[in-house]
């Protein structure tokens, strides 16, 4: 996440976390700290796992004061161990202690969904396929979520709803076939947009692909169905296949030959990796 990237679309949501967590004061940093004191806190890693949201992290700290420093001893994507020191952040006292939890709980978050995502996406290695994210995100969190499933070795489908054509079921409902929705999506849509197709059975893929689908999503289809639909297809569009994929049953999936396996369990389900801020001490200011 460049700097760009983190002042146009993530220092708002970031001011809004840290508003919530602050409404008027920090009561409890207040009634110690009276002044301010220069001080140094300690990144630990507390459990093996990818770390992601570094930026995310700092930027933190130097929302509430720019003078906050941070160093790190590791970057994002990389593998870190439990009670490796990550880095060190050294400021205000005030603003360490205030900043901790909404800084780590962005960095937990955002690491144990690398860490989930990289365990699923080493399962796929050596096929063609490729591990997708969903939309299936915490709301305000999706821009931070989905960059750690890069991180994590994964790859974004569609980031919000102006960014592709993906009928589902519903659509199609409301269009009366996939025949219909297909080709009222083609009217309507600009000309470098995909059109994407939720499919639940063979019928339903024999008609998306004669309608010119461009991906079609095999959703909650058995590994043998799913063949004979990607068989079916024959390489006239990209295949997706969809439905409560976890690391635990991913692997019956490898061979089925599909292009992209999508997982909302990548940004609803991850754990946090477990990470803190230890040993807080003053320190002399550098003059």
Partial sequence: MNDITMQCNADHLI????AEDITSEDITTNAVMRTAVQGEVQLICKQDGIIAGLQVFERVFTLLDETTSVQFYCKDGDEVK???????V????RVLLSGERTALNYLQRMSGIA???????????????????TRKTTPNMRIFEKYAVKVGGGYNHRYNLSDGVLL????IGAAGSVAKAVQMAREYAPFVR????????????????EAGA???????????AMREAVALIGGRAETECSGNVTKENVARLVDIGVDYISSGALTHSAPILDISLKNLHPVKEER
């Avoid at 439990?82 to 060190?88: A, C, I, K, Y």
């Avoid at 995909?194 to 692909?209: F, G, P, Q």
């Fill in 82 to 88: 439990n009670g490796q020191q990550m880095g060190t």
């Fill in 168 to 171: 589902k079921d519903n659509h």
């Fill in 214 to 224: 461009d991906i079609i999503m095999l959703d909650n289809m058995t590994p043998d």
């Fill in 15 to 18: 001011r809004q976390a840290l």
């Fill in 115 to 133: 860490t989930y995502t990289h365990s699923i996406a080493g399962l796929l290695e050596g096929s063609k396929t490729k591990l997708l994210d």
């Fill in 194 to 209: 995909k059109i994407e197709v939720e499919t639940e059975n063979l019928d339903m893929v024999r008609e998306a692909v």
């Fill in 90 to 93: 050294r400021g205000d006292i």
